[in-house]
């Protein structure tokens, strides 16, 4: 049910003019894509600084409170034009990219990423003690980083393998993959 | 600090390579950004962003 | 005397020796003469070294490296930012910038040698493309430049005095040349997947 709704919906924004122009204008898909990927040198360039702190790999003599905070404001603007970007990316190729694992697979991982910075957050927010001016964070603060580098690495590699099409809809006859990408028309011809 | 002590080896080396790598940068991109416009414009009359071939 | 002044400026004297080298190999000729010889290299990396081949016959493996070079790129981004954002009073203008040229560094080598390996392989999947991209050549230029720039240039400057000592105009000329730099390398090979 989901999935044909989803279908329909990616079948409407592409029936639409400007997603139409963005892919099929001479720069602009390449220059949406460009600026998708060359912002992760600001987004997760700042948060990876940020989780190499936490473990003690980078800037140890730095407190680590005043790396997060000032490292904040670049990350949230690299991730703002990430989901910009992001969403634009998605509307040029709807009904692509509606249906592939990948990016649905990308889009839980995003998920788990964010409820895991807002846990860190939480965590930094509430750490007391004299830690802020150790080398390495207490425990649970290096687990989120752990977590966050891991969960992050997982998006970017299924952000990369979006555009291969190793297990689109036509490309396979596996029940579980055509499920999971949500390939109603290849389900239903089963 | 002295002034000769403050041009020494490393200074020199450091300003002149930034000011030859920028100037060839710039150089780079401004020519990269005039052949893209001259190449829209070839291609569909104007410069425009979202220009679709299937409308043009 | 000609000796004490080699030794002595050493470093300026080697900037402008590659210059010069750079100018001969344009002007004389050299790159195109020695161009044609480098198709071989190029197909043979492509074909038959094992870089090569494990990157054209499974895809995934190239596209799981390409995320590497990807995320290697990522983190050498963030350490560059850092550091020159510091460097024009951008951002972290409460801790030293000679802390954070220091402390940022070890980041960067790492990435730029992952971001070089991982990168080897990708231009070895693609090589016989490659070969024939201008905009390939212009990326390993900036790249090499860049790199001997931060290692051997930038770095050691920043580090030999305090950054007060410095013309402010000098720490910003750095910090946009570096900052270009970087960019240039990162979109030039977006644009290797484009072309």
Redesign the interface.
Known sequence: MINELLLQFGHWLEAQQ?S???V?????Y??L??TH??T??????????ID?RMLG???P??PAS?IAA??H??MMVGFAIMFITGALLVYAKPVETIQSLWFRMKMILLLLAFINAWIFNNRLKGAEGNWDNDPVAPKALRTGAIISLVLW?GV??L???IP?D?VDCTNTTNTAILWAAGCVDQLNAL | MNDSSKWDDKAIAAVSTAAIMLGALLYYWIGQGQS?VE??EL?YGSFK???????F | MLGSILSQYARTLSVFAALLVIVLVEVLGIREAIYPGLEGFFNWMNQSSWLGVLGTTY??VY??V??VH??S??????????TD?RLLGV??R??PSE??VT??H??FRWALLMAILTGIFCAAGVANKVYFMEVFWIKMLVLFAGSCFMLFIKQPFLTSRPHAEIDPWMIRLLAITSMLT??TV??TG??IG?S
Not at chain 1, 24 to 28: D, E, T, V
Not at chain 1, 40 to 49: Q, T
Request: charged content about 10%; some cysteine.
């Open positions: 400007y139409q122009m963005l099929a204008g001479y720069y602009s390449s220059w894509e460009a990927v060359l992760l040198m600001v987004s997760i360039g700042s948060l990876f600084i190499f790999w980078v800037m003599n730095v005043i000032r490292l404001k670049p690495c970017v590699t952000g990369r393998y291969y190793w | 893209m190449l829209l291609a962003f979202f220009n679709n071939p299937l409308i | 895809g995934s596209a799981t390409e995320a990807l995320l790129m990522a983190v050498l981004g963030g350490a560059v930012l850092v954002l951002i972290f409460d801790i802390t954070l402390g940022t070890k980041c970087w960019f990162a979109a977006r644009w484009f």
